[in-house]
């Protein structure tokens, strides 16, 4: 079992920039890949950006490319997303995800977070 606990959501204005972080407790040790999804009103899930554990390879949605970045620190079981020049279409319910044996921006993370919330005023 691995908790994910979110933090660092917020409102703010378009161009501006946030950081995500997520704590992984449980059994940080097991995991695999951990990424960053976001839901917002009336949309699909969507995996943002993800990266594996060992090798740091990222995976990033084709709409945040240039934009986020995924760091993991595995020392500290910590993951962040820092998102710079936000648009008002990034506003969404942002989640922390975590798998032990597979890797990419697909729905089939076996662990989530709770969401912390992100909006995007124009």
């Known amino acids: 079992q691995v908790q994910l606990v979110e933090s660092g959501g917020g409102s703010v204005q378009a161009g501006g920039s946030l950081r995500l972080s997520c704590a992984a407790s449980?059994?940080?040790?097991?995991?695999?890949?951990m990424g960053w999804f976001r839901q917002a009103p009336g949309k699909e899930r969507e995996g943002v950006a993800s990266?594996?554990?060992?090798?740091?390879?990222?995976y990033y949605a084709d709409s945040v490319k240039g934009r986020f970045t995924i760091s993991r620190d595995n020392a500290k079981n910590t993951l962040d997303l820092q998102m710079n020049s936000l648009k008002p279409e990034d506003t969404a319910m942002y989640y922390c995800v975590a798998d032990f044996s597979r890797c990419g921006l697909g729905t089939w993370f076996g662990y989530w977070g709770q969401g912390t919330q992100v909006t995007v005023f124009s």
């Open positions: 990266i594996v554990a060992g090798s740091g390879r990222t």
């Open positions: 449980g059994y940080p040790n097991n995991i695999y890949c």
